[in-house]
C-alpha cells in the first residue's frame, strides 16, 4: 500500500503515457507498451491504483493490470478463444454450452483489463455492446429455450451497463419461467466499487435467485470501498460467489490464497472456483502448473475453514467443459479406499460396504 491512506486518483488510465505519468511503468518501458495497447485494451481504474504499491516491483495488484512487454509473445499452446465460445454462439451476444445454461454478454467493455484475460482479443473499451435490437434477440433466444434455467450475465463486465439497461435485462429474465437463476460475473465490486450505487443494486431487484460471482485473485482487492459495494449488494438480495485465476506472482503460494479466500469470506463471498490460467495470447507469464496447483490447494484442507474451499477447475479447450482438478485425498485400493488425512497427513483405509 502507498504510504497512508490511499487517495483515489480521478481517472482511469489507459495507455502506456499515463501509466509512465502515474509512475506505474518506467519511462524507458512507454514506447514498447504504447505498441502493446494497439493489440490489447489497457484500464487502470483510481479504485486499483489506490491499491497499488509503485515502490513495489513484484507488487500482486499492479501485475495483474500493469502491461508488459511480454504480452506481444505468443506461444503454440496459445489460443486466441480458449474456451471456445465462438461455436457455441447461437446469436449474437449468447453462448449455449452446457444442456441447462447458458451465457449472455450484452458487452465487452470492463472497468480494467486484466493482462492474463481469457477474452482479451475481444474484450476493449470500443467493442462489442449490442445493440437495443441485437439484445432483444439475445432475450428471445432464451426465451424461446425451455431447457436453460440459469442465465449467466458476462461480457466484459456486466456491471458496466447502465442501471436502466440492467434492469430491462434481469426483469426480461425474469419474467421466463423456465429460467430459475440470473448470475453475472463482474469485476467492478473490486475494481470500480464506485458504480455499486443505489439504483445499480436496485436494478438487480428480483423475485429469481440472483447471484454475484466476483473476480479477484489478491486479498488486498478487497478494500474498504469494495466490502461496502459488497454490502450494498448484499443488502438488495444478491447471493455473492466469488471466482479467482491462480496467477504466478499474485497468488501463487499457500499464504496468497489462504488471505484472498479468508478475504472473500470476510467479505460475505463463497469462493467458487479457482480457474487454472486459460492460455490465451501472451499470458504465459502468469501460469502455475497444474501439479503445483493441486500441491498449493493440498496445503490449505484443515487449515482453512470448508467454507473458503473454492473447486479448482480447468475449462476445457473446444468447450469439453470445465473440469474439476482436485486435489485428490482418496485412492481406490481393490474394493477398500485409502483416504488421506488433512490434519494427520496419514492414510486412512475406509473398507468397502459390507467388508
Ligand atoms: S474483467 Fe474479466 S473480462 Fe474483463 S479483462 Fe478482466 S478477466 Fe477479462
Redesign the pocket.
Known sequence: MPDGSPQLKPRTLRDAQSLAEAGLIPPEAQAGLARLSATY?IAVSPAVQALIDPADPADPIARQYIPDAAELVTLPQERSDPTSDAPFTPVKGVVHRYPDRALLKPL?A?????R?????EV?GPDGGLLTAAELEAALDWFAGSPQVREAIL????PLMLSPRRLRHVVQRLSAMPHIDIIRL???VPV?APERITPALAEALETEKALFLCV?ANHAREFAAPARAALRRLAGAGVGLLGQS?LLRGVNDSPEALEALFRAMLAARVKPYYLHQLDRAPGTARFEVPIEEGRRILRTLRGRLTGLAWPTYVLDLPGGAGKAPLGPDFATAEGLDWMVEGPLDGLAHRHPASGA
Open positions: 485494451a465487452l470492463c472497468p480494467v483489463y486484466c492474463f484475460c481469457f477474452r482479451r474484450v458476462t461480457g466484459g463486465d460475473h463482474s469485476r475494481a473476480h485465476v
